[in-house]
Every structure is written in C-alpha cells, then in structure tokens.
C-alpha cells in the first residue's frame, strides 16, 4: 500500500511538472503565433504601399515620357523655325540690296500715309503742295522697289513670335519633366526601400512560424505526456482500489475464522450445558449473522 501511494506521488509529481511545462509551452506558442499574425499584416501594409508606390512611379514614368516627348517637339521646332528665320533674313537682305531704298519699308509706308493724309488736311500752297507730291512719287518709287520686303519683314516677325512661344513650351514641358524626374527619383527609391522591408518581415516571419510550429510540436507532445500521465493514475488508482479491497476482503475472512472458532467453543458450552456470558451470545448472534450473510 505504501508502495502505491509513493507510486500515485510520483505521478502527481509528474502532471504538475507536466502541466507547469504545457503552461509555459502554450505562452510560447501564442506569443509566436501573435507575432507571426502581426508580422503578417506588416506584410499586407507593406505590399499595399509597394503596389501604390508602382503605380505613382508608373504615373510618373508615362508624365516623364510624354514631357520628354513634348519638350523634344518644341525643341525641334524652335530649331526649325530658327533655319526658317536665317533664310528670310537671307532673302530680305538679298531684296533690300537689290532695292532702291535701303531702310525699313513699314516706317517708308507710314510716312507716305502720313504725308497724303496732310495733304487732305492741310491747305497747302499751291507750290508747297506740288513738292509734297513730287517727293511722294519718289517715295512711293521706292516702296515698290521693297515692297516684297514688307511682306518678308512680316514674316520674319511671325516666325520670331512662333519661336519665342515654342521656347516657352519647351521651357515649360522641360521644367514638368525636372519636377517629374525628381518625383520619380524620390517614387523608386521608396519602392525600392518598401521592397528591402518586406524581404526582412518575410524573414521575420518565417522565423516566427518556425518557432511557433516548434513549440506546437512540443506543446503536442508534453500534451501526448500528461495524458499519459492521467492514464498512469487512473491504473494506480484503480490498482490501488484493488488491493484496499483484497484487503479489506482479507480482513473479514480473517474476523470470520475467528468468529467461526469461537462460536465453537461457545456450542461446546451449549452441549456440556454450561451457562453462557453475553460474549458467548454475542458470539453465537454474529456467527449466525456471518451465515446469513455469507
């Protein structure tokens, strides 16, 4: 009985071990599956940010292409109009020396309006009036010999204002792409840092599965043990039972010998007419009781 009451100890002793371990096993566990759950959503954060990060930089990539394209086109133009301007400075320089009069033709046609116009205004005299339209004749003499200039000075004036607008859109288109480039710049190198983050969390997080499928794998097995355990109890328990009940069994048929023994003695008594005392009767009354329920 000591031996199996030392037995049940040390079982008891075993489950408390046990269950201090699957305790401390289970902390463990949860702690590394909340910061594998964590690490999870840092990953999804992250991701989110990487995929927003693209497509800013694919944004900013198709700006920069078109205002590279842009800015290119004004650019060639500004070239084109340049050349254009050279050959009607050529051609302008060619028919002025080719003229009779070698100022400029708009301010020639203005002073002959201005002159005619005084004529209708003015009351000239009569010889006053004849030298104004002599020297009108001369001056009208002249603008014909540069009267095609007039209309190459008209042009040359178009194709500067033309050139002047196509560098302030090609300043303009140049200045987006700066801006735009800088952008980009600043766009890839947050992509690029988001990606080294999310390699490190992805290691972190395999990390942290790991050690959470570890310590389920012991938390399994120290719960595989303690049931065990229980099972070692039970059976000392119940073997435990057992031998109080042999015992017990025992005991009785030890009480019942004796009982047996002295109701002889008393039935001597009761033969060789002999008085009996009350423990004679009380003998022969459990005897009888012993039978009854045997």
């Known amino acids: 009985m000591a031996e199996d009451t030392l ?29 594998k759950e964590d690490l999870k959503a840092q990953i999804a954060e992250t991701i989110s940010k990487i995929k927003s990060a693209k497509g800013q930089n694919d944004v900013l990539s198709k700006d920069i292409s078109e205002f590279k394209a842009k800015r290119d ?6 070239k084109e109009l ?3 301007i050279k050959d009607l400075n050529k051609k302008k320089d060619e028919m002025l020396a080719k003229a009779k009069f ?22 000239y005299s009569f010889d006053k009036e004849k030298k104004i339209m002599k020297e009108i004749n001369t001056l009208r003499k002249q603008y014909e010999s540069v009267k095609g ?5 008209k042009e040359i004036n178009e194709v500067s204002r033309q050139i002047t607008e ?12 700066r801006e735009n480039t800088g952008a980009n710049k600043d766009s890839y190198e947050s992509f690029m840092q988001l990606s080294k983050d999310i390699g490190k969390l992805k290691k972190t997080q395999e990390e ?12 399994a097995e120290v719960s595989r043990q303690l049931k065990e355990k229980f099972g070692e109890m039970k059976g000392a328990e119940a073997a435990e039972g057992n031998e109080r009940k042999n015992k017990q069994r025992e005991r009785k048929n030890e009480m019942s010998r004796q009982l047996h023994e002295k109701a ?3 039935e001597e008594k009761l033969k060789n007419k002999k008085v009996l005392t009350t423990e004679d009767i009380i003998t022969l009354q459990g005897e009888y009781e012993d039978t009854e329920n045997f």
Do not use: C
Not at 12 to 29: D, H, V
Not at 102 to 122: A, C, D, F, H, Y
Not at 166 to 177: M, P, R, S, V
């Open 7 to 35: 037995k049940k100890d040390e079982i008891k002793t075993g489950i408390n071990e046990l269950r201090n371990k699957l305790n401390e096993l289970n902390e463990k566990k949860e702690e590394w599956f909340k910061k």
């Open 73 to 78: 086109e004004f650019n060639s133009q500004v």
């Open 82 to 84: 340049i050349a254009k």
């Open 102 to 123: 070698q100022g400029n033709p708009v301010e020639l046609k203005s002073r002959i309006e201005r002159m005619e116009q005084s004529l209708e205004t003015q009351a």
């Open 149 to 153: 200039v007039d209309s190459v000075v």
């Open 166 to 177: 196509a560098k302030k859109k090609g300043d303009e288109f140049h200045n987006k792409l």
């Open 208 to 219: 942290a599965f790991n050690n959470f499928i570890k310590f389920k794998q012991e938390y």
């Open 264 to 266: 002889k003695g008393v």
